[in-house]
């Protein structure tokens, strides 16, 4: 049996699906409009693992002799969203798009926040979470009142700063956003937002971050292996999108180089079954504020870092390597934008330069990860281990 390292390259999309229009998402390309801005980006070992042999992807240079086992995959889900993308990944189609709150939440929602936190709420609107912090941050550090918002995503997003509010005080309000907004004003996350800083254009967001997410409401492959008495180790956000189910350990990261210093740290460990690692900062760092040139050094600090990740592997580990969804830096708004998502896999033992071309669905990953452990198959996905297995 082999063990498999799972890493997800939050919203590295590689081109718009056939309805993204649908998403209101017309010639997005994550990845291939950063590579169109900043020509000279160096991303080596993505290239040599297949990237740029992926179909569709015309952007980058083409390897002769790919490491990898390269493809991509298309969402059948409806959303474009970190739960709907990682559930689906995992065997879950969301055939019904989370509650969003284009407006704000209404009243009675907002009352009975403040009348069990002893909050008051401001701003309750959808925001940029940098922008919110400029309009509510001050007025927040001298009232004290919480700052709600919320976004394209099915979020309800808590702000509150550290020295104003305490972490645990944040979390559970979090905790009590999350018992309100239920049945049916379920929203997909309640996210902790905590910052620091002392006025506009200082404040900063922390690591200090908590997802609180809905239950799958169905099994998931991560159920599925820890079922068969094997580990599901979570790096990074996995833990909270996931809502711990299916988890047997997890650790949280404060960026994305922490994030694959645990991963190593984990392969080197004993341990069997998968180890499975979001690295967010490309997404909420980069993606969400527009920053195409603050993402592009993030692929370049990743792509750095791939090779001490293949050296740690043990000779019948798999990596598969894979986005979410996409979050255009290029693009108009702050919002996700719907993409294909780049698959990346490489073993010693598999082949090399196997062109999975385009999946009908992100779970056809999940299933192949339940096919390569040998643990029930999801409901959903269809696996592709053959094609890879010597």
Known sequence: MSRVVWVIIDSVGIGALPDSKEFGDIGVNTLGNIVKEHRDIKIPNLIKL???????????????????????????????????????????????????????????IIDEFERRTGRKVVANK???????????????????????????DSVFQIAAHEEIIPLDELYKMCEIAREIMMGDNAVARIIARPYIGTGVGKFERTSNRR???????????????????????AVGKIEDIFNGQGITEAIHTKDNMHGVDET??????????????NLVDFDSKYGHRRD???YRK??????????????????????????????????????????YIPVLVYGKSLKTGVNLGIRNSFADIGATVADILNVKMPKHGTSFKDEMTK
């Open 50 to 108: 297949g990237v740029g042999n992926i179909d569709g992807v015309d952007f980058l240079e083409k390897t002769e002799s790919p490491m990898g086992i390269f493809g991509k995959c298309s969402e059948v889900s409806q959303g474009k969203d970190t739960t709907t993308g990682h559930w689906e990944m995992t065997g879950i189609l969301v055939e019904t798009p989370f509650k969003t709150f284009e407006n704000g939440f209404p009243k009675e």
């Open 126 to 152: 959808p925001a940029s979470g940098t922008a919110i912090l400029d309009e509510y941050g001050e007025h927040q550090m001298k009232i004290g009142d919480v700052i709600v918002y919320t976004s394209a």
């Open 211 to 233: 997802d609180y997410s809905l239950n799958p409401f169905e099994p998931t492959v991560l159920d599925n292996i820890k079922e068969s008495s094997l580990d599901v180790i």
């Open 264 to 277: 190593i740290n984990y392969i080197k460990k004993e341990n069997n079954g998968l180890i499975f690692t």
């Open 292 to 294: 195409s040139l603050g």
């Open 298 to 339: 993030a692929l370049e600090e990743f792509d750095a870092r791939i090779p001490e990740i293949i050296e740690s592997l043990n000779d019948d580990d798999i990596l598969i390597i894979n986005a979410d969804h996409g979050n255009d830096p290029t693009y108009k708004g702050t919002d996700h934008t719907r993409e």
